[in-house]
């Protein structure tokens, strides 16, 4: 039942992450065809991760505070719009700096807010890995239509800027149509138990544990969302951004469905350790077989970094925030263990690709997923990972 109440967001998230197959894949390309250095591609997409972290705290606590999701969800969905066309006309460091930030406000909190109500509404019971998979097969189709499409092709700042703002506004269309009672954090549909009376303190080992390891897999993952894509245009001088995107996204749905049950019988923590070891081996694949061949089947490995972690990781905020926190929770969760390590990864990335180019780069972000691996090993020698 708790599915079924949640497939009312389904095509809020076919529309929000058709918004992120722009974005995630073409953003660096977008500032790079700006003129910008991968030094400063990466200074520049680690302000727009930092910015990031402010964004969904307010519209989070803008929702919590109301009670009601969708304006903030709205407004989330007009930034990047706003943002998008200044950014390919005013070209300088501080505008694009500032620009990207607004982008940034927006595009991150629109996730956070639809993840935070979904989760309320849905309650711990619910399939929510089922739900977002259906963002993820969006993801797939429109990145290959961005691959192949024969106009306004994403390899232009121009063309890209025109798909962020339409695919930004779209976002709005199916929210507008949610009956209210979808969108307030606080009614009939909220568990009462969401924690089945197994609340976990914040401030204990285990919180600051399951952060660190999510935190440090963040950080080795701004490689492939960031400089992966100028690896595969500059280095290898091949046009398959859409395409590699797309396959990662596949080799994610299947777990995305199976997300549940995996939860259930082997808890979060393991999860995320799992993860971890697909970035290492993902990552070392790619620092010492700079061969296509390789960097196709890398790529089914997206399975473990993002269609395993993403659930683990919502699981994990679940279960150490309450339901009606949960506006506040998500962009916890985005700060701490996604827009944080992404500043961090993006800009010392930029250095390190500028000094030692992108293979060295995949190999010491291999080391930092590894250091999440250690720290799951001694919390679980320690039985300090709740399972």
């Not at 800027?161 to 549909?189: E, K």
């Not at 919502?314 to 969760?333: D, H, L, N, T």
Request: charged content about 10%.
């Amino acid at each position: 039942m708790k599915y079924f109440a949640g497939r009312r967001f389904i095509p809020s998230y076919v529309l929000c992450y058709i918004a992120f197959a722009v974005v995630t894949p073409y953003l660096s390309i977008l500032m790079q065809d700006l003129g910008y250095s991968p030094f400063w591609v990466g200074i520049l997409l680690g302000i727009f991760e930092g910015s990031a972290i402010a964004g969904p705290f307010i519209f989070g606590y803008w929702a919590d505070k109301t009670g009601n999701f969708r304006p903030a969800i709205i407004v989330t969905c007009i930034l990047p719009a706003l943002a998008a066309i200044p950014l390919v006309r005013w070209i300088h460091p501080v505008v694009s700096a500032v620009l990207l930030s607004v982008l940034a406000f927006g595009f991150r909190s629109t996730a956070s807010l639809l993840d935070a109500i979904t989760t309320v509404q849905i309650g711990k019971s619910g399939d929510y890995g089922k739900i977002r998979a259906w963002g993820s097969v969006s993801f797939i189709i429109f990145s290959l239509f961005l691959q192949w499409i024969p106009l306004l092709k994403p390899n232009s700042a121009e063309n890209i800027a025109f798909w962020i703002v339409l695919t930004s506004l779209a976002v709005i269309i199916p929210v507008l149509f949610l009956q209210r009672d979808s969108l307030t954090s606080i009614g009939q549909n909220i568990e009462k138990n969401d924690n089945d009376g197994k609340e976990i303190p914040l401030l204990s080992i285990y919180f600051f544990g399951g952060f660190a390891i999510i935190f440090l897999c963040r950080f080795a993952m701004s490689s492939v969302y960031t400089f992966f894509p100028l690896y595969l245009t500059g280095t290898l001088h091949w046009n398959a951004v859409g395409l590699m995107f797309a396959l990662s996204s596949v080799s994610e749905v299947p777990f995305m469905f199976l997300s549940v049950a995996l939860l259930r019988r082997f808890g979060a923590f393991p999860l995320l350790a799992l993860s971890a070891g697909g970035i290492v081996v993902r990552l070392l694949l790619w620092a010492l077989f700079p061969y296509k061949a390789v960097i196709i089947a890398a790529q089914l490995l997206h399975s473990l970094c993002f269609g395993i972690y993403h659930p683990a990781a919502v699981q994990f905020i679940s279960s150490v925030f309450p339901a009606e926190k949960r506006g506040i929770g998500m962009p916890v969760y985005l700060a701490l263990g996604s827009g944080l390590p992404a500043l961090i990864g993006n800009m010392t990335g930029g250095v390190i690709v500028q000094n030692l180019g992108y293979r060295p780069l995949f190999a010491i972000y291999a080391g930092t997923a590894a250091a999440a691996l250690l720290i799951f090993f001694v919390m679980r020698s320690r039985h300090l990972d709740g399972v």
